[in-house]
């Protein structure tokens, strides 16, 4: 399968702290792809260095859009990233929290439409013809997600299940050919995990999105993902289908700790 | 029980607190300390039953104050109301109209004077909300870019003999250029960090005009400005007085429908979102710094304008005139109308303007009575006066959404 996004020999440094170091990393088209490891292991720091708020001190980051040619991203700019097709989501949720739900997901139009503030002050036909399809395409997403019943709730009022999935909705408002969700499952009690897989499955079938995640619950990872990478101090110790990751003793002694103490 | 002691103890500290300055006092001349005990008793009970006031007011108010939010459901059902009942609201705005269309005919030129400032500071506001209410950078300099559009209308008259109309896009081009070289070096400043640079960059302005003579004529400011010319008329005092009410008046109504227009576009969403969150405003495609040197721009152009007409009006200006009060009073105008909100900075403004204006009599305590109104708005509602209101989608069917306003 042709490769969507790679990731070479990534480094980071945190001062003295070597966060990530020599991280590779490869995400195929319309594949499932988890990053787990133990508290503090570095996947919010390869998270950041590929959404662009971290810039890596080494490596490569490359990306094949469905699109567009192969483009290396190292260091540019979050809202640059965003525009080539990454999307992200925030461990812990990050939306705007006093504008509507429809609101939110419009927001993430922002890189698709041009309207600047001429337009916007003149209200042309183009511009107003660009508002109508923003709104639509926002309200399609709503439905998809099922949470149209919200549109003009708050999204500060919404539960926290709803949030996250709002959250997962303003990313796909991007546009993107994959999506980062950094631990979308937390705090959701079974039944909303549960909604969320299938939620992940369907973004794939029916999007065709590439999806690569950080995620702490292991019944979760092992049952949605097709492969695992599994981080520890900065570095990758393995990879593979989940039950190859789930057998290998490095990863065990990574969870679990050394056996000669035990 | 718990009040009634809470409130002892708090007027038991005001006493010790105004005791060496209420109660003692030294007489110099006769070399005696006097004490005037009864003093201590009015310190005493005036503060224990505004504390018992206090607490009681704050309990009614729903006792929400560490979240932040309080709603005092009464007023905010007669907002629903009014809304709600459109043929009120447009006997309201009728009327509205009406004033504001005849009153310079009937009212004095003073009167029309004060009328056309308040008109100033609704526009003010709402060039302010642009960068503090909607993008959310707190701006305490805001000032600096009015006098930035009175001088530059000041000076172009003064040497060149530039009128009001040419010099009025001149003083927007030049507010919104200071806007940008403020903004250029603050975009990655925060919260704090932006109201100190801010602060700075307006009192960096009034120092250059105050002490820079050969440009801006130092302290005695620049006199004999053109007022805005009329089709080559010369207009009389009290004409004059009306035409530049009614050039406001235009330009408020401008102002409204632009804004509105921003507010409602993709700009304004990024704006806000910056303001909600810019982090993830940016992970969402938003060139933050950019919408942020645009905010800037817009806002500040509309002070520049501002500058203009208030420099054709009094057609005298000097620094005194941008010193950081008027900030604080335009920032106050936005805070205590509701941020983002239209409605309440107009109403905001005009309680502002024209309150210390027509009670002239408490002009000693102004201060003070403004201190304390902001401080009780900020506890019972911190939301302003008109709170915004988000605006709504209506989708009629479930397969075809039709943006709607509601």
């Known amino acids: 399968m042709k490769p969507v996004m790679e990731v070479k020999q990534l480094e980071m440094n945190f001062g003295g702290l070597k966060a990530l170091h020599g991280v590779d990393l490869r995400v195929a088209e319309g594949e499932i792809v988890a ?124 539960p926290y299940g709803a949030q996250r999935r709002l959250e997962i909705a303003r990313a796909l408002a991007t546009g993107p050919f994959l999506l980062l969700l950094d631990e979308p499952a937390a705090g959701m009690n079974p039944q909303e995990t549960k909604e969320l897989e299938v939620l992940v499955r369907r973004l794939r079938s029916e999007e065709g999105l590439a999806i690569l995640l950080i995620e702490h619950d292991m019944k979760l990872v092992m049952s949605l993902c097709d492969r695992i990478c599994v981080m520890d101090y900065g570095e990758k110790i393995a990879e593979g289908a989940p039950a190859e990751v789930r057998a290998n003793p490095e990863v065990i002694r990574a969870y679990l700790g050394e056996d000669d103490h035990a | 029980m718990h009040k009634l002691k809470q409130s002892l103890f708090i007027s038991l500290w005001f006493v010790f607190l105004t005791f060496p300055l209420l109660v003692i006092r030294v007489d110099t001349l006769n070399k005696v300390v006097e004490w005037r005990w009864r003093n201590m008793w009015y310190v005493a009970a005036g503060a224990f039953v505004l504390s018992l006031a206090w607490r009681h007011f704050l309990e009614k108010s729903g006792r929400v104050m560490p979240q932040g939010f309080t709603v005092s459901e009464g007023k905010e059902e007669f907002l629903r109301w009014v809304r709600a009942h459109t043929q009120i609201r447009k006997g309201g705005m009728v009327l509205a109209a009406a004033f504001l269309l005849l009153s310079p005919f009937f009212l004095s030129t003073y ?131 009306s035409y530049i009410y009614f050039l406001m008046l235009g330009f408020c109504f401008f102002t409204i429908f632009m804004v509105r227009r921003l507010q409602d576009s993709r700009v304004g969403r990024a704006w806000i979102a910056i303001r909600e969150d810019e982090t993830a405003s940016q992970a969402m495609g938003i060139d933050a710094a950019r919408a942020k040197i645009t905010a800037f721009a817009i806002g500040a152009g509309w002070a520049g304008a501002m500058g203009v007409v208030f420099a054709a009006k009094t057609t005298f200006i000097n620094p005194a005139s941008f010193n950081f009060i008027e900030s604080a009073m335009i920032l106050s105008i936005v805070v205590l109308g509701g941020i983002g909100s239209i409605g309440g900075i107009i109403l905001a403004a005009l309680l502002l303007i024209l309150l210390p204006e027509y009670l002239r009599v408490f002009s000693d305590y102004r201060m003070l ?38």
């Open chain 1, 35 to 158: 990053v787990i490891g133990p508290n503090g292991a570095g996947k919010t720091t390869l998270f950041n260095c590929l959404a662009g708020v971290y810039e890596p001190a080494a490596g490569d980051i490359f990306i094949h859009p469905p699109v567009g040619g192969t483009r290396r991203i190292n260091g540019l700019k979050s809202h640059k990233i965003a525009e080539l097709g990454l999307a992200r989501t925030f461990q812990n949720i990050r939306l705007f929290p006093r504008m509507t739900v429809l609101e939110n997901i419009m927001v993430g139009r922002h890189c698709r439409t041009r309207a600047g503030v001429v337009n916007a002050l003149m209200r042309d036909k183009k511009t107003c013809q660009e508002e109508k399809e923003i709104v639509h395409h926002s309200y399609g997403l709503l439905e998809k997600i099922g949470l149209s019943e919200y549109v003009n709730e708050l999204a500060d009022n919404l």
């Open chain 2, 369 to 406: 009575i403004f201190g304390s109104a902001m401080v009780v708005m900020m506890i019972f509602r911190p939301q302003g006066i008109l709170p915004y209101v988000r605006r709504s989608y209506e989708f009629h069917l479930q397969n075809d959404p039709t943006g709607q306003v509601k």
């Open chain 2, 111 to 241: 009167h029309t004077n004060v009328m056309t400032t308040a008109l100033i500071y609704i526009v003010l506001g709402l060039g302010l909300n642009i960068i503090v209410g909607l993008t959310g950078l707190l701006n305490l300099g805001y000032v600096a870019f009015y006098a930035v559009g009175a001088y530059c209308y000041a000076l172009l008259n003064h040497h060149f003999g530039v009128g009001f109309w040419t010099a009025l896009p001149l003083g927007v081009l030049a507010g919104s250029i200071a806007g940008v070289l403020l903004a250029l070096p603050v975009v990655r400043l925060r919260g704090d960090y932006l109201a100190i640079v801010t602060l700075g960059f307006g009192e960096i302005t009034r120092l250059i005009l105050e002490n820079w003579n050969e440009f801006s004529f130092g302290p005695s400011g620049i006199s004999h400005i053109s007022p805005p010319g009329f089709f080559g008329i010369n207009l009389g005092v009290r004409a004059n007085t």
